[in-house]
């Protein structure tokens, strides 16, 4: 079989990339000739464990092609999805013009039966978009060329994304033929051999069911967070209480985290996408609204702590709660592990926030520096690693749960701090073995 996938970003190249792994012969089509070039020397644009490995050999073994141009694969595709950003609009809507644009491109093009399928996570009502763009662009030839849309929301995690796609909990597809739902039982048949996970739905549905997800998982993550502010108010250890919750089973224990807000390139713009549709049908998400206000303010919430940590153990002025001159380490700056996606994450709102304040900010994450080299350029002081980084500081801040920050040398951290303070976004260290340590230790 062969496919184009359009837009080489996490969810593209990971589909691309696994697709051709079950021996599907793909073209990855991106409108960025820099990451096409890159792609075609072997270099991933982004971190992605495992994903260069895949992309490396079956470019090798000529099952994976990268191109700038559509056209260049379309006499051979049989399915085309649709993968390409879909950033929020400045009303929080979600922008479809990328979406569109390829749907123009295939409209213009194709001269045969094709599946157009659409990955991103877009509005209800976009493929009917879709549909009627190509179908414009048809008659605009004045040719019928028969072609089927369809749904096909994805559920990867950044950081275990090739694991999510080649053994999904579940595929939704949103289909309206049966030619278009044959198509896909047979492309995702390789991936769900054991247990057979293909949800088929009408095309509405689909496209719903991915918000409503992420919609979910976000309200699940503000709900704990504004617990984890009630039980610091009223002395109650959030850890427990999410341990008693969780193990609720009309609960479950995923997803319970208290932290430093929410990020990332899906949940901040899904759940703002999902508010902005329910406004454009008159309702208002009101549960969406509070989940957003919690996440917002929760981004700040170390910032606070901070202040309130320095004016208590620093002589900082109580009145002013000044910051000027301040030297603050962040360990951790990608949205969550195991990624460089620093899109809508925590640390974009602290590094403001403390550079705003007249601090000096020193930065450290495994993989995101250069992420962040391009966002904050020579703002903030690019530390060699963890130690490097809280090196004469007056406050360390753990932003991002990376494995290698969970068990640092507390000893050594303690001699080369200026001040032994520690404001853990995540809720990985011990409170009493910080304080053995002879640390002041806040945490969410
Ligand atoms: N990142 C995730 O974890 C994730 C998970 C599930 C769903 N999604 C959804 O998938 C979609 C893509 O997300 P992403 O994170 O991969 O985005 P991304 O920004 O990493 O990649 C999008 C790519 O599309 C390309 N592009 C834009 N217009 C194009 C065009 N006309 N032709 C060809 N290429 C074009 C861009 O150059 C870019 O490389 C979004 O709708 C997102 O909400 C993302």
Redesign the pocket.
């Known amino acids: 079989m062969n496919i184009a996938v ?9 589909t691309g990339a696994c697709f051709s792994e079950i021996g599907v012969y793909v073209t990855c ?4 000739e820099n ?1 096409i070039q890159q792609l075609k020397e072997g270099i991933v644009p ?1 971190y992605e464990p495992g994903l260069e490995d895949l992309v490396k050999k079956n470019h090798q073994a000529g099952r994976l092609q990268f191109s ?1 141009d ?1 056209t260049d694969c379309l006499e051979e595709v049989d399915v085309i999805f649709s ?5 929020p609009d400045e009303d929080g809507s ?1 922008d479809l ?3 569109l ?2 749907a123009q ?1 295939i409209g213009k093009h194709i001269n045969h039966y094709i599946l157009v399928v659409t ?4 509005p209800v009502g976009t493929a009917q978009k879709v549909k009627a763009a190509i179908q414009k662009e048809l008659d605009k030839r004045g040719v019928i060329v028969p072609f089927d849309v369809a749904s096909n ?6 950081g275990t ?1 090739i694991k999510d796609f080649m053994s999904p909990d579940r595929v939704v597809v949103g289909v309206e033929s049966e030619r278009a739902k044959e198509l896909m039982d047979r492309l995702y048949k390789p991936f769900t051999l054991n247990h057979y996970r293909m949800i088929y739905t009408d095309i509405p549905s689909a496209e719903m069911i ?1 918000y409503a997800a ?1 919609a979910m998982l976000a309200t699940r993550i503000s709900f704990m967070n504004d617990i984890a502010n009630l039980c610091d108010l009223v002395g109650a250890d959030v850890n427990s209480v999410r341990n008693g919750i969780g193990s609720d089973t009309r609960i479950g224990s995923k997803f319970l985290y208290p932290g430093c807000g929410y990020g ?3 949940f901040p ?2 759940v703002k996408a999902l508010i902005k549709t329910a406004s454009q049908y008159g309702y208002s998400m009101q549960v969406l609204q509070a989940v957003e206000a919690v996440n917002d303010k929760q981004k700040t919430i170390l910032f606070d702590k901070l202040k309130a940590t320095l004016a208590c153990h620093c002589g900082l002025d109580p009145q002013s709660h000044d910051l000027l001159g301040k030297t603050i380490a962040l360990w951790g700056l990608a949205f969550k592990p195991d ?1 460089d ?1 620093m ?1 809508e994450a925590p640390s974009v709102v602290l590094i403001d926030l403390l550079l705003n304040a007249g601090c000096t900010v020193k930065v450290y994450d495994p993989v995101a520096m250069d992420e962040c080299k391009r966002r904050f350029e020579d703002k903030v002081i690019y530390a060699q690693d963890m130690y490097d980084a809280a090196l004469d500081v007056d406050a360390l801040l753990l932003l991002t749960e990376w494995k290698e920050f969970r068990l640092p040398s507390w000893k050594v951290l303690k001699k080369t701090m200026n001040h032994p303070i520690v404001l853990d976004g995540r809720n990985i260290y011990d409170k009493k073995e910080m304080k053995e340590n002879g640390f002041i230790y806040e945490c969410i």
């Open positions: 359009v837009g080489t970003g996490y969810v593209g190249l990971v089509v991106d409108v960025d990451k982004i700038t559509l993968a390409v950003g879909t950033p979600a013009r990328y979406v644009e390829v491109t990955k991103s996570t877009v929301p994805e559920f990867l995690k950044e994304a991915k992420n990332g390139s899906c713009k899904d990624t996606d899109r």
